[in-house]
């Protein structure tokens, strides 16, 4: 094995130890690059070496990071978190949870039924897991406890509702995604249309399913109301806003109004109107809206900046020739390599967050795609059909990372909220059949790239 190579696994397995630390991942991706640019500069003059690297080179990171603040497709993240804190802060959730709590009480599974809708509305306007995690726990968990739904029931289905939001678009991860590996955000935020909703009726049919075979788990409200036009005029009064402002974004990109960066603009300022019309708005809420957006987008932002660090150094020891190499060698065909690569990232998102996974390990898995020379149908309109399908595989696997541990977000966010009672290992055994659900998603986005691909091609097709 040469030192180059040894020197890339180095890097990684360097990385993967100092995440359990407990130092911010921002240093530790920084601090990596830095030292290991430092070892190989020092090979180079004792070891006869040929690696080419020393502390000029991290002067390259300069010019890098000031394409990253220049970037203006970046400038939607900070917008987009702005706009699901503000929705957050609206009311409007809250409007949308009484009302769909009425409409499916007569369900077995109602209740939950409702959180897996809210979930679905959320993250077609927030794309903050953390925000519409705590805010769907916070609304129905008491709800669903009282009414003598299961705790791994309860859990479960909040924990994983509450995660599609960085699937379904506007979501923060496909525009980081689509800067990294230059592709259209509106390729990727159309793509992954129909494979949220896919999520979301598996969430639902399992929710059904369950409350048929074992009707114990999830029973009715005791004071169930009539399904009447008044309550279906109510259901319309607390979605219409929502979805309104949801047009408003998605809408204006869809149809090329607007690129998402003035699309995000316009969605922070729906959900401004939005939170006025309901009342909702007052100073210290924008000023808490605007102290959390700083926040997030402080949190991405350092990242990108230890990522780029990171990134530069292995390019510069040859990491990706040698991931290239290795991942199309295998002998496995090109679905064979692609289910490989899926299950690492899977893995990976045990330890790592879907942020450090997308800037580090997407780009270098990126071009062996591209070398696979798949036949996905991109219908004669998009221009790289098999890399727009294979972000969505990803997106959906990065998914389950919420929810699987020890580093599942979700599930801390969850805990932080959670009634008396509730344990950790409730909340783990909760979202497990829920991954296995994710995971029949990805495998049906795999055996019909069309779920991906039709709409896009479809709407931008002459």
Not at 276 to 303: E, M, Q, R
Request: glycine residues 10%.
């Amino acid at each position: 094995m040469e030192i180059n190579e040894i020197l890339i696994l180095s890097m990684f397995a360097s990385f993967i130890l100092l995440l359990f630390t407990g130092f911010p991942v921002a240093w530790v991706l920084g601090g990596v690059g830095t030292v290991f640019a430092g070892i190989a500069y020092l090979c180079d003059i004792h070891l006869d070496t040929i690696i080419g690297i020393d502390f000029n080179s991290i002067g390259i990171v300069v010019s890098r990071i000031y394409k990253i603040m220049d970037n203006w497709i970046l400038v939607a993240l900070p917008m987009f978190i702005f706009m699901g804190n503000m929705l957050d802060k609206s009311g409007a959730a809250e409007n949308l949870m009484k009302s769909f709590q009425e409409l499916f009480g007569r369900v077995k599974g109602g209740l939950a039924i409702t959180v897996v809708l809210i979930g679905i509305i959320l993250a077609a306007s927030t794309g903050i897991i953390g925000a519409s995690v705590v805010l769907l726990a916070v609304m129905s968990l008491p709800s669903m406890l009282d009414q003598g739904y299961d705790k791994k029931v309860a859990v479960g289905t909040v924990a994983s509702a509450g995660t599609l939001g960085i699937l379904i678009p506007p979501s923060i991860m496909l525009v980081i995604m689509a800067d990294q590996l230059a592709l259209s955000v509106g390729d990727l935020f159309m793509g992954a249309v129909f494979p949220g909703l896919v999520l979301g009726a598996l969430y639902i049919v399992y929710i059904l399913g369950w409350g048929v075979l074992k009707p114990t788990s999830m029973p009715l409200a005791e004071n169930i109301q009539p399904v009447t036009l008044g309550l279906w005029i109510r259901v319309l009064k607390s979605v219409l806003p929502t979805l309104l402002m949801i047009v408003a974004v998605l809408g204006s990109i869809f149809t090329g109004m607007a690129t998402p960066t003035e699309a995000s603009a316009v969605g922070a300022l729906a959900a401004v109107l939005l939170a006025w019309y309901n009342g909702k708005l007052s100073f210290p809420v924008f000023k808490d809206c605007l102290h959390n957006t700083f926040n997030v987008s402080g949190y991405i932002f350092a990242i990108f900046i230890g990522a780029t660090m990171f990134a530069l150094v292995l390019r510069e020891l040859g990491g990706d020739e040698y991931i290239e190499s290795f991942l199309t060698g295998l002998p496995f065909g090109p679905y064979g390599i692609i289910l490989f690569i899926l299950g690492i990232i899977f893995l990976l998102g045990f330890v790592l967050d879907w942020i450090e996974i997308t800037l580090i390990i997407l780009p270098l898995v990126a071009p062996v795609i591209n070398a696979l020379e798949l036949s996905i149908n991109g219908y004669g309109v998009l221009d790289n059909p098999e890399l727009v399908w294979f972000v969505m595989l990803v997106a959906v696997t990065l998914q389950t990372s919420f929810l699987t541990p020890p580093v599942g977000f979700a599930l801390f966010y969850l805990k932080g909220v959670c009634p008396p009672g509730v344990t950790l290992g409730t909340i783990y055994k909760g979202v497990i059949p829920f991954i296995v659900l994710q995971l029949l998603g990805l495998t049906l986005l795999l055996l019909f790239p069309a779920l991906v691909n039709w709409f896009p091609a479809m709407v931008y097709s002459p």
